[in-house]
């Protein structure tokens, strides 16, 4: 018989309420299929409580719908049975034990409390498979659950304890979800997994646990252990997870002392290792080959040693921004054979120059927010692949750019040097760049044939710097033929720039000192969308609607704060007159 939309619909529900309220923390447990039949409807169930609904396979649904208490005279076969988000507070144990068939018992978000939850209530849940008591007040874990159980998520209650057989003695037992509870090292038994050496996923983030566990269950392939106060990890720990793929561990207390070069050694399987926001002083050794992305930001690093991190062949992600590293401190040869390093992050660190010996393979490199000076001839000599580079916030000089410096960089596409100290327009910019940003620098020229060949470029930001209208060669914007943003705000121009390329979209060009928008200003610009006059000294008449209205692409045009120094304007009309002869004279040239 076909089966009705209606009971897909429950189903459904009953799948989101319960992946919804699962604990409060950010820890994402991924949803556990359950094995529901494919059951014919029937209408009615006897003894289905108020609010609730029943199927006549078993499936009880009383989510959200106010309960203070636990129902009574549940159907005997009950075997899913929702009380998510509700109010019960404790569970008679003569209501539960009845209900023997039950393989899935949901009571997250609830007001249970362990006084509530009577030491053998679930002894004779014999089929129990999965069990969510998260959101609730629980203070110490239950004593006994079923040798059935699949998978427990106790998380966001206010553990302080479990028993040796809450998990232990549980051979089906592959996830347990345990974040956001109070848990110190002394609350937990010996051996937490004593007889359940299937579990897989363990999730223990933000408790307060200063030590790794022991005895950990071997076949783990997911390890959270962030949010805690963990300072040391004891030897062998980590010996016998030779499957485990992700280990989180950021967010501790973790100094270099905690750990040895055998450590992590074993973790043969290891792709995801996060120790970001610890006390690590530099990056601990015996690091396992097949790291992929590897979390160190957030410490106390100062130094790269040469063997730290070679051995790491997959790595891909080396993410060390918010330490203490100089250039001086990073061997040369650090980053050795890592070919598939291809993100490096060392934003907000000390580094005084680009590192020497970056790895070769690199395509997105972030150094800004250090105290680099210069870029010299061979800094960038070897990183061919690299397509993103970040420098922006340094103290970088053009007289300390090298003019040969970008000349291996063939495969840049985009380039920040916004934040730095420059005068000009840096010689000899890779010529495939798409995006070059060179914000909030102190540029008054752009010299003859500096944007030569850049045909690629898409956006260009220039915004805050000191450039007038002669700064800029004759048709140096339309060399630059693909351009499509050109961001000049915040400059001392007079006029609208001339010669701008057809494909510009987006021109932005407030607070500026534009007085005059004259009639052919966008002829060469059909394709306009946006056009930014904001806060510049426009004087009402002086802005021709003809220069508007043939941009059939216009969306936006700002204009705002602009006619209130009409008269101020007026004013100095003289000087201006001066300006533009100026300028005028210059074009010609
Ligand atoms: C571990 O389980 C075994 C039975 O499988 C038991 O004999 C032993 O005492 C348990 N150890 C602990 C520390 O609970
Ligand atoms: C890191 O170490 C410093 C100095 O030893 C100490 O003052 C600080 O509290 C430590 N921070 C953490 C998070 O352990
Ligand atoms: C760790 O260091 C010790 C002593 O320096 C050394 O004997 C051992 O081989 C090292 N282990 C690894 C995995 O590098
Ligand atoms: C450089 O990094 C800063 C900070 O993350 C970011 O705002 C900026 O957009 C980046 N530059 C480029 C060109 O992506």
Request: with cysteine; aromatic share 6%.
């Given at each position: 018989m076909a089966q009705t939309g209606e009971h897909l619909l429950l189903l459904c529900l009953l799948l989101l309420s319960s992946r919804d309220?699962?604990?409060?923390?950010?820890e994402d447990n991924e949803f556990l299929h359950l094995p529901w039949g494919r059951p014919e409807p029937r209408l009615s169930v006897a003894n289905?409580?108020?609010?609730c609904s029943c199927s006549q396979e078993g499936v009880v649904d009383c989510g959200g719908?106010?309960?203070k208490a636990f129902p009574v005279?549940?159907?005997?076969?009950?075997n899913h049975l929702s009380l998510q988000n509700n109010q019960i507070e404790e569970i008679p144990p003569e209501e539960l034990s009845r209900?023997?068939?039950?393989?899935t018992l949901n009571l997250q978000n609830?007001?249970?409390t362990s006084n509530g939850l009577?030491?053998?209530?679930?002894?004779?849940?014999?089929?129990?498979n999965y069990l969510y008591l998260a959101n609730?007040?629980?203070?110490?874990?239950?004593?006994f659950l079923p040798n059935t159980l699949v998978s427990a998520d106790l998380a966001?209650?206010?553990?302080t304890k479990i028993y040796g057989l809450t998990f232990g003695?549980?051979?089906?037992?592959?996830s347990v979800y345990l974040h956001n509870n109070k848990l110190?090292?002394?609350?937990?038994?010996?051996?937490?997994?004593?007889?359940?050496?299937?579990?897989e996923i363990l999730i223990m983030s933000?408790?307060?646990?200063?030590y790794v566990p022991?005895?950990?269950?071997?076949?783990?392939?997911k390890l959270h252990l962030k949010n805690?106060?963990?300072e040391k990890i004891p030897k062998?720990?980590?010996?016998?997870?030779?499957?485990?793929r992700e280990l989180y561990l950021q967010n501790?207390?973790?100094?270099?002392?905690?750990?040895?070069?055998?450590?992590?050694?074993?973790?043969?399987?290891?792709?995801y290792l996060d120790m970001s926001s610890?006390?690590?002083?530099h990056i601990p050794s015996g690091?396992?080959?097949?790291?992929v992305l590897l979390h160190l930001e957030k410490?106390?690093?100062k130094t790269i040693a040469t063997?730290?991190?070679?051995?790491?062949?997959?790595?891909e992600y080396l993410l060390l921004h918010n330490?203490?590293?100089?250039?001086?401190?990073?061997?040369?040869?650090?980053?050795?054979?890592?070919?598939?390093?291809?993100t490096v992050h060392m934003y907000?660190?000390?580094?005084?120059?680009?590192?020497?010996?970056?790895?070769?393979?690199?395509?997105t490199l972030m150094l800004l927010?250090?105290?680099?000076t210069g870029i010299y001839k061979?800094?960038?000599?070897?990183?061919?692949?690299?397509e993103e580079l970040n420098l922006s916030?340094?103290?970088?000089t053009s007289s300390e750019i090298?003019?040969?410096?970008?000349?291996?960089?063939?495969?840049?596409k985009s380039l920040d040097l916004s934040?730095?100290?420059?005068?000009t327009l840096p010689w000899a910019?890779?010529?495939?760049?798409?995006i070059l940003k060179l914000k909030e620098?102190?540029?008054s020229s752009i010299p003859?044939?500096?944007?030569?060949?850049?045909?690629?470029?898409?956006e260009f930001y220039l915004s805050n710097?000191?450039?007038?209208?002669?700064?800029v060669y004759t048709r140096a914007w339309s060399e630059?033929?693909?351009?499509?943003l050109l961001d000049l705000s915040g400059?001392?121009?007079?006029?609208?720039?001339?010669?701008?390329?057809?494909?510009?979209e987006y021109l932005y060009l407030q607070?500026?000192?534009?007085t005059t928008v004259p009639e052919n200003s966008f002829d060469a610009t059909p394709n306009i969308k946006g056009i930014f006059l904001r806060?510049?000294?426009?004087?009402?008449?002086?802005?021709?609607?003809n220069a508007f209205r043939k941009?059939?692409?216009?969306q936006v045009l700002d204009i705002e704060?602009?006619?209130?120094?009409s008269k101020k304007a007026a004013s100095s009309e003289e000087a201006e007159e001066d300006e533009e002869e100026k300028d005028e004279d210059y074009q010609e040239t």
């Open positions: 309220g699962r604990g409060q923390g950010d289905c409580p108020r609010d719908v106010d309960l005279d549940l159907p005997e076969f009950t209900l023997y068939k039950l393989e609830n007001r249970l009577p030491e053998d209530l679930f002894e004779h849940l014999e089929n129990l609730n007040k629980l203070t110490l874990a239950p004593k966001a209650n206010y553990l003695q549980k051979p089906e037992l592959r110190a090292d002394a609350g937990l038994p010996d051996q937490m997994f004593n007889g359940s050496d299937n579990v933000s408790n307060f646990l200063k022991k005895n950990l269950p071997p076949k783990l392939y805690n106060r963990l062998g720990a980590f010996m016998h997870l030779t499957d485990l501790n207390c973790l100094t270099n002392e905690g750990m040895d070069n055998e450590t992590f050694w074993k973790l043969s399987s290891l792709e610890n006390n690590l002083t690091l396992p080959r097949n790291i410490n106390a690093i063997d730290v991190l070679t051995q790491i062949r997959q790595l330490n203490k590293l100089k250039a001086k401190g990073i061997h040369p040869d650090a980053f050795l054979g890592l070919k598939k390093l291809h907000n660190n000390m580094l005084e120059r680009v590192p020497s010996g970056l790895p070769r393979r690199v395509k927010h250090n105290q680099i061979n800094d960038f000599a070897t990183t061919y692949y690299l916030y340094n103290k970088i090298h003019r040969e410096a970008f000349r291996k960089l063939r495969l840049l934040g730095n100290n420059l005068k910019l890779p010529k495939n760049l798409e620098n102190e540029i003859k044939g500096s944007l030569t060949g850049m045909a690629k470029l898409k710097n000191k450039l007038k209208i002669n700064s630059l033929s693909g351009l499509q400059n001392q121009l007079s006029h609208i720039p001339a010669d701008l390329p057809e494909s510009l607070n500026n000192k534009i806060f510049n000294a426009l004087i009402a008449g002086a802005v021709k609607d941009l059939r692409k216009l704060g602009n006619f209130e120094f």
